[in-house]
């Protein structure tokens, strides 16, 4: 029976996240998962826009859709999604995806064949890691420094290829798992080398609308007209993945076979979701939801960088997320995180070993702890068994 599979399914993919995110033990603490919080789905909103959603349209979200998506919610996204930066994009642009993995799997589809050179963040987003990983790329791992990708690293590694890379991609936000951010500067220069050497900048924008501390920085897309960024976007984390909806925003010459192998591949996205996550943000709601959830995830945040500075401050270091979901952890290198998270588990508590974020095999003394979806009461009790489970991996 393996014999018939594809090659492509032999390609390691992880299984952290059934191990470790998906742990099903209630009793398990939980800092794997980059989720949002379960009690901050904002149901009775949705229950308003469900109602009116149905009365005014209740005939067509039951059909299906375009492939690019609703034309309302690709409109609001147009005007509304980059405001706060002063920039507006034109509809056409714009194709609504299930999800933001299937923006990965549709730019994946539509640059890589294998060998390709494709660049990546180090550590990087492991579900970037996965989608791209089936179209069998060489896959290259740019560091990052406190202030996310290394530019210098980055033009020697180019240069030094056998072939020019065609993908890049960061997550100039709160990234997963590293929780840097991009200073501007960086990212000007970062459009500049990709269109020195013409490559396509693949820039996620999951964790953009949640910061914390100050405000977001402008997107690359709102920095300059360039035909080399792609912006991908998502609604998991600012109101509700299970309505499984995100964006990819290109250039118009990618449009037409992006929409083809969309359609080759779900031959169009669910119209109920898309339908209802516009009215949501038509009607306000969006603004005023963005605002309780960075309150809330700031006091998680908060609380949980004062249990790692009680429990852990000569035994790791960690980054300052500004926002997002992450505190990137790592450990003396004689720490091997995979064991130290089996430990967790055995002390009902867990967390997402670093090593799964890197493609070259590196960061195993590291650790994604995330304080999103955890009660902010669990937090200490969790850093508690955390540090039961190192000394543990001591003995
Ligand atoms: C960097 C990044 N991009 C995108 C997503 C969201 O993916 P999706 O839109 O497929 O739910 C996540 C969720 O973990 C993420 O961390």
Known sequence: MEE???KRTRYPTSDAMSKFVLAQDPEVISFAGGLPDNNLF?????????????????KIVFQYSSSIGDINLRGWIGEEFFIKWGKKVPVENIIITEGSQQALDLIGKLFLDPDDYALIESPGYLGTIQAWRIFQPKL???????NGINLEELEEIIKELPSPPKVLYVVPDFSNPAGTCLPLERRKRLIEIAERYKFYIVEDL?????????DTLPPLLTLKDSEYIITIGSFSKILSPGLRTGFIIAPKKLIRPLRLLK????????????????YFCKNGFLKNHLEKLRKIYKEKRDKLREALENYFLNKATWNNPEGG???FLVFPEDINCYDLAEKALENKTSFVPGEEFFVNGKGKNTARISFSQINLEDIFEGVKRLLRAWEDLQK
Do not use: H, R
Not at 140 to 146: A, K, T, W
Not at 206 to 214: N, Q
């Open 140 to 146: 290259v791992g740019i560091s990052q420094d406190e």
């Open 42 to 58: 904002p149901i009775e909103e949705i229950k308003l826009c469900q109602e009116e959603m149905l009365e005014k349209e209740g």
């Open 4 to 6: 018939l599979l594809s």
């Open 263 to 278: 359609e080759a591949s779900d031959l169009c996205c669910g119209t109920y979701a898309q339908k209802l996550i516009y």
């Open 325 to 327: 979901f992450f505190f």
């Open 206 to 214: 999951a964790y953009s609308l949640l910061a914390y501390d100050k």
